[in-house]
Structures are given as C-alpha cells and as structure tokens.
C-alpha cells in the first residue's frame, strides 16, 4: 500500500529487495538512500514473507539515514520478536506502526496506531487531517482495547493452529516448502500455485496467489483462520491431484 500511495501522490519511491532468505539487505538500503530521501518504510513480520526483520540489520538503517524510519508492526501480536517500540525516546528519526486489525479483531474500524519520539508525533499532529477518526471508531476500540483476555485466547488460539497447520502442509508432496512465520498466515511453495489457487477457489476457500511478488515465486499465502476453517483447507488440499 505504501507504493500506491506514492503514486497516487506522484513521489518518487525506491524498492530494495530482501535476500533470497527474506532476511534484510541494511547495506542495499543504505546505497539506495540519497539527500532527497525522506521516509523508509520496512515491514516487520513482513507480508507475505511473513518473517521478522534482524533487528541489527533495522538499527543499522536507523543509525545510518538522516530520514525517519517507519516500521510496520501489524503482525507483531503472533511473534516472539519485541518490537521496536521500546526504542522510540532513544531514535528520534523512528516510527512504529500497529493496528487493531489483527490481534485485536477490530479490522472492520480501520483504525491504527502510531508511536514515535514525543517531537516527531508534534510534527506529524500539525500535518495530519482534523477529526480523522470519528467517535463510532474511538468508542469501539476502547472497548475492544479493554478486553485483553480475550485478545490473548485469540493469540494462543491462532498460534497453535498455526504450528498445526505448518506440520499438516509439509506432509502435501506437492509442497515444497512452508516457510517459518511470525505472522498469523504461512506462506508456502508448491509446484504449480495457479493450480492450486483455483482448486480451492472453486471449492470456496479463498487463499493468496503470491507468486508475482519478487523472491515468492511458486508461493501462496494462507491466513490462519479457526480451527473449522483450517480443517475444511486441509481437507480440501488432501483431494488436491496435481
């Protein structure tokens, strides 16, 4: 979404690919950067890769630019990684982006969150719209923000179908991979993704053909969703004949 904005917006925008592990390259980002440069944006668990970033390959770029840095933690809620948030009285120059989407279960309000450094957050209050968020919004997310406990089962519950889910699609022959997640989807390789996409399609399981993203050729993306829902994917994949 971030390069359809800049666009949208006519702004030049640089894209620099991570290595064929889906780790981080901070020395490719630090060549591609330049004095006009004025926002880097990495996304961390990265979608579809679905893998947190280093976290020294993320201060390097930090420490190493003269532009705000944004890290988009809207998956953060399903890994064992901390986050950057507690480093934003220390790096100025960093912005932390969360959502209540995901964990939260609240993707119908649209509404996320950002953190930064005290001055940064007064600069970005004077540019951005006024009452951009509407008190319908405002109220259900802080009831939904005051049911923790609820948010945790959902978490737990996501986690183990996730380890589940990984386990049951390494058995399929036709795939060939099923990549480590720290999100609340996997992403897998299969020999033929069309194909597979447009089985479940017809069966009305609806997953993401990723194989036209750089680096996730042959990938689908599956979002973990309860454990009704997985068993009738998994059910489906077993009649698979490719």
């Given amino acids: 979404m971030y390069a359809v904005c800049a666009e949208i917006n006519n702004v030049e925008r640089r894209s620099v690919l991570l290595n064929r592990d889906f780790s981080l390259d901070p020395d490719a ?14 996304c961390s668990p990265n979608n579809p890769t679905s893998n947190s970033l280093e976290r020294e390959a993320v201060l390097k770029i930090i420490d190493g630019v003269n532009c705000i840095v944004v890290v988009d933690e809207a998956y953060i809620d399903f ?11 220390e790096k100025k120059n960093l912005v932390v982006l969360q959502t209540l989407s995901k964990a939260w279960g609240l993707a119908g309000i649209r509404l996320g969150m950002l953190f930064a450094h005290p001055q940064l ?28 406990a609820r948010r ?6 996501i986690l183990e179908e996730r ?4 386990t049951e ?3 399929f022959p036709y795939v060939r991979e099923v990549f480590p997640s720290d999100a609340n989807f996997l992403l897998i390789k299969v020999d033929d993704p069309a194909a597979v996409y447009e089985f ?7 997953i993401r053909d990723r194989s036209s993203v750089p680096l996730c ?3 689908l993306r599956i979002t973990i969703g309860t454990s009704e829902e997985n068993r009738a994917l998994q059910n489906a994949l077993k009649t698979f004949q490719p």
């Fill in 29 to 42: 980002v630090l060549d591609a950067v330049d004095k006009h440069t004025k926002l880097i944006f990495l």
């Fill in 79 to 89: 890994s064992q990684d901390p986050g950057f948030l507690s480093l934003l009285k």
């Fill in 121 to 148: 957050v007064e600069y970005i209050s004077r540019v951005k719209y006024p009452y951009n968020i509407s008190g319908l919004t405002i109220d259900a997310a802080l009831r939904g923000l005051e049911d923790t």
């Fill in 152 to 157: 945790s089962i959902w978490i737990k519950a």
């Fill in 163 to 166: 380890s589940r889910m990984a």
């Fill in 169 to 171: 699609l390494e058995s």
């Fill in 200 to 206: 479940l399609m017809i069966k009305g399981i609806i």
């Fill in 217 to 219: 050729e042959g990938c």
